[in-house]
C-alpha cells in the first residue's frame, strides 16, 4: 500500500481575476522504504505538489489518499492529527530554535502532548545520525550538516510513515550533502519510511529510486 497517494490531483489558485492552474491533473505515490526527487523549473508546481503530500494544502479536484485512507473530505483539525502522527517535514534552513539544545529541539514537536515522554528517542535518535556527543548543544555550536542532522532526527520522533524534504541539502557544501544523502538512505531503509525531497541538487539523482520531473503543472 502507498504511503501517500494522490489521484488526478488540480490545484488552481486564484489570482484576483486570474485563475492559475498550478497542477493540472496528478498520479503520485510513495511507498515505504522508498526515497523520491521532485525536479522541475521554478513555477512549475513543486511547492504546491509538496504542499498537498504534506497535507498542507487540499486539491483543487482529485484525491489524496493516506495510508489507503481517502483524506481528501477531511477537516482541519484530522488533517493536522494525521500530518503530526504520520508526516515529518526537513526543510532548507532547518527551522531549529536557537535557544534549545539539540536533543530539546528534537523533543520539540512532543512538548504539548499530554503524558509523552520522548526523550529517549531523541537521544536515540540523535545518536544514531550520529550526534550523540553533541545532545546539549545549541545550533550556534554546531556546523550545517550537524544540524540538518538534528532536523532530520526531529522530524522522526514521531514515528512518521512519509519524511517531505524541501531543499534539504539547499545550504550544505556536496560533501555534507552526500552525508545527508547517506542518512536518508539509512533512515529509508531503517524506519522503512517513504522519502520525499524538492530539490535543485543533481546529486539526489545519484541516490533516488525514482526521479519525478514536473513542468507547467504536469508529471513528465
Ligand atoms: P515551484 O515550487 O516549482 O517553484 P509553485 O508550486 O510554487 O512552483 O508554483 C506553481 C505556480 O502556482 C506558479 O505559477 C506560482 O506563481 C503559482 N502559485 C503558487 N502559490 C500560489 C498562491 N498562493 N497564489 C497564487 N499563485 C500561486
Given at each position: 500500500m502507498s504511503a501517500i497517494e494522490l489521484h488526478n490531483a488540480v490545484k488552481e489558485y486564484q489570482n484576483g481575476d486570474e485563475v492559475i492552474r498550478a497542477l493540472k491533473g496528478v498520479d503520485f505515490s510513495a511507498g515505504p522504504g522508498e526515497m523520491l526527487v521532485i525536479i522541475g523549473p521554478s513555477g512549475s508546481g513543486k511547492s504546491?505538489?509538496?504542499n498537498l503530500i504534506g497535507l498542507l494544502d487540499k486539491p483543487t479536484e482529485g484525491t489524496v489518499?493516506?495510508?489507503?485512507?481517502?483524506?481528501?473530505?477531511?477537516s482541519e483539525g484530522k488533517l493536522t492529527k494525521a500530518?503530526?502522527?504520520?508526516?515529518?517535514?526537513?526543510?532548507?534552513?532547518?527551522?531549529?530554535?536557537?535557544?534549545?539544545?539539540?536533543?530539546?529541539?528534537?523533543?520539540?514537536p512532543t512538548m504539548w502532548d499530554p503524558g509523552v515522554d520522548r526523550h529517549d528517542r531523541a537521544v536515540d535518535l540523535l545518536k544514531r545520525v550520529g550526534l550523540g556527543d553533541r545532545l546539549d548543544h545549541t545550533p550556534d555550536q554546531l556546523s550545517g550538516g550537524q544540524r540538518q542532522r538534528v532536523a532530520i532526527a526531529r522530524s522522526l520522533i514521531n514515528e512518521p510513515d512519509i519524511l517531505l524534504a524541501d531543499e534539504p541539502t539547499g545550504n550544505l557544501?556536496?560533501?555534507t550533502a552526500r552525508d545527508i544523502l547517506d542518512e536518508f538512505t539509512r533512515i529509508k531503509d531503517d524506519e522503512d519510511v517513504a522519502i520525499v525531497a524538492v530539490t535543485h541538487d543533481q546529486i539526489f539523482t545519484e541516490y533516488t529510486d525514482r526521479t519525478i520531473e514536473i513542468v507547467d503543472?504536469?508529471?513528465q
Amino acid at each position: 500500500m502507498s504511503a501517500i497517494e494522490l489521484h488526478n490531483a488540480v490545484k488552481e489558485y486564484q489570482n484576483g481575476d486570474e485563475v492559475i492552474r498550478a497542477l493540472k491533473g496528478v498520479d503520485f505515490s510513495a511507498g515505504p522504504g522508498e526515497m523520491l526527487v521532485i525536479i522541475g523549473p521554478s513555477g512549475s508546481g513543486k511547492s504546491t505538489l509538496l504542499n498537498l503530500i504534506g497535507l498542507l494544502d487540499k486539491p483543487t479536484e482529485g484525491t489524496v489518499s493516506l495510508n489507503g485512507d481517502d483524506v481528501t473530505g477531511w477537516s482541519e483539525g484530522k488533517l493536522t492529527k494525521a500530518r503530526k502522527s504520520s508526516i515529518g517535514f526537513v526543510f532548507q534552513d532547518f527551522h531549529l530554535l536557537p535557544m534549545l539544545t539539540a536533543v530539546e529541539n528534537v523533543e520539540l514537536p512532543t512538548m504539548w502532548d499530554p503524558g509523552v515522554d520522548r526523550h529517549d528517542r531523541a537521544v536515540d535518535l540523535l545518536k544514531r545520525v550520529g550526534l550523540g556527543d553533541r545532545l546539549d548543544h545549541t545550533p550556534d555550536q554546531l556546523s550545517g550538516g550537524q544540524r540538518q542532522r538534528v532536523a532530520i532526527a526531529r522530524s522522526l520522533i514521531n514515528e512518521p510513515d512519509i519524511l517531505l524534504a524541501d531543499e534539504p541539502t539547499g545550504n550544505l557544501d556536496q560533501d555534507t550533502a552526500r552525508d545527508i544523502l547517506d542518512e536518508f538512505t539509512r533512515i529509508k531503509d531503517d524506519e522503512d519510511v517513504a522519502i520525499v525531497a524538492v530539490t535543485h541538487d543533481q546529486i539526489f539523482t545519484e541516490y533516488t529510486d525514482r526521479t519525478i520531473e514536473i513542468v507547467d503543472g504536469v508529471i513528465q
